[in-house]
């Protein structure tokens, strides 16, 4: 059988065509926004600015506000934030958030802000990938450089901190230019 020219050209366009194709599935699967705190999570917006949008996390941004986080989690990334809601942040003892935002005690809140934080960009795939590697439990690394134990109670991804604290994420794969947010129940401690 004889390959012509045109025929050779037409498969190769074919198949780039094809690569094409997937590669904007893929990007078209990580532009959807996701809504969370009554506003849509754009995945064309850095975690802060998508952050300072749902009210369901208002304490979190004072926190990373207050810590001088900001420009790092603006930055390009890829982060993995496990994002704590105010409800999460009410769960701690009365006048502990009050206390943590004050300009005295920035370390004790940059130490916990960054236990919510992971290099790279861990979606619920990736983590589930790590939790089948790691036999059921997956091991995470936090910028603040403790270890943070991600594994599944049936259909819910959990976390466990470094206190023996539980967090369960309520919503996951939410899709930031600079990395993916994870809803979280509870205040992870280091």
Not at 41 to 55: C, D, G, Y
Not at 167 to 186: E, L, R
Request: a positive charge.
């Amino acid at each position: 059988m004889k390959i012509t020219n045109s025929a050779l050209r037409a498969a190769l366009f074919a198949v780039a065509a094809s690569g094409l194709a997937v590669s904007a599935n893929s990007q078209m699967m990580h532009s959807k926004s996701v809504m969370v705190g009554g506003a849509a999570m754009l995945p064309t917006r850095n975690i802060v600015e998508n952050a300072a949008n749902s009210k369901d996390h208002t304490t979190l941004v004072a926190a990373v506000k207050a810590a001088g986080l900001v420009p790092t989690l603006s930055g390009p990334g890829p982060f993995t934030v496990f994002a704590p809601t105010n409800a999460a942040f009410d769960k701690l003892p009365a006048g502990t958030v009050d206390s943590l935002v004050k300009p005295e005690n920035k370390d004790t809140l940059t130490k916990i802000l960054t236990y919510h934080v992971v290099s790279g960009s861990m979606d619920s795939k990736a983590i589930a990938a790590a939790i089948k590697a790691g036999h059921g439990t997956a091991t995470l690394t936090t910028v603040q450089g403790e270890p943070l134990s991600a594994k599944m109670m049936g259909k819910k991804l959990m976390l466990t901190d470094a206190k023996g604290g539980m967090s369960t994420v309520t919503i996951a794969d939410v899709y930031q230019s600079n990395g993916v947010i994870h809803v979280i129940d509870t205040v992870l401690m280091p």
